[in-house]
C-alpha cells in the first residue's frame, strides 16, 4: 500500500513562500501522475497542479498560474510544489496525490493514492 506524506506546510505572510514535499513511501516507483490539490473550509477540494511522470503534461490552475512550480517524484521518491508569492486565498489543506494508471491529470478521480494533507495559511 503506497503510502504518502506531505511536508512544509506553516503560516506565511502575503507574498511569501513556502515549499510543500511529498514523499511515498511502500512505493514501486512506478506511477502515471501525481497531482497537488487544495481544500478550503467550505469548499471542495481543487486541483493546483499536476505533473505526468514524463514531464510531457503538466498543469496549472489559473490561480496559480506563473508562482506555483510542481515537480515530479524525484529518486528519493519525493515530489514538490514551490509555492510563491502566495495571496491568503491560497490559504487551504494542501495533498498530493498519485496516480497509478493512466488517466486524466485534471480529476480528482483518477488519483488513487492520498496524502493526509499539510495546512497552509496565508495571512498577515
Known amino acids: 500500500q503506497v503510502q504518502l506524506v506531505e511536508s512544509g506546510g506553516g503560516f506565511v505572510q502575503p507574498g511569501g513562500s513556502l515549499k510543500l514535499s511529498c514523499t511515498a513511501s511502500e512505493f514501486s516507483g512506478n506511477y502515471y501522475a501525481i497531482g497537488w490539490f487544495r481544500q478550503a473550509p467550505g469548499k471542495e477540494r481543487e486541483l493546483v497542479s499536476s505533473i505526468s511522470s514524463t514531464e510531457l503534461s503538466t498543469y496549472y490552475a489559473d490561480p496559480v498560474k506563473g508562482r506555483f512550480t510542481i515537480s515530479k517524484l524525484n529518486a528519493e521518491n519525493t515530489a514538490y510544489l514551490q509555492m510563491n508569492s502566495l495571496k491568503p486565498e491560497d490559504t487551504a489543506v494542501y495533498y498530493c496525490?498519485?496516480?497509478?494508471?493512466?488517466?486524466?491529470?485534471?480529476?480528482?478521480?483518477?488519483?488513487?493514492?492520498w496524502g493526509q494533507g499539510t495546512q497552509v495559511t496565508v495571512s498577515s
Open positions: 496525490a498519485i496516480q497509478t494508471w493512466p488517466a486524466g491529470l485534471l480529476s480528482v478521480d483518477n488519483y488513487n493514492y
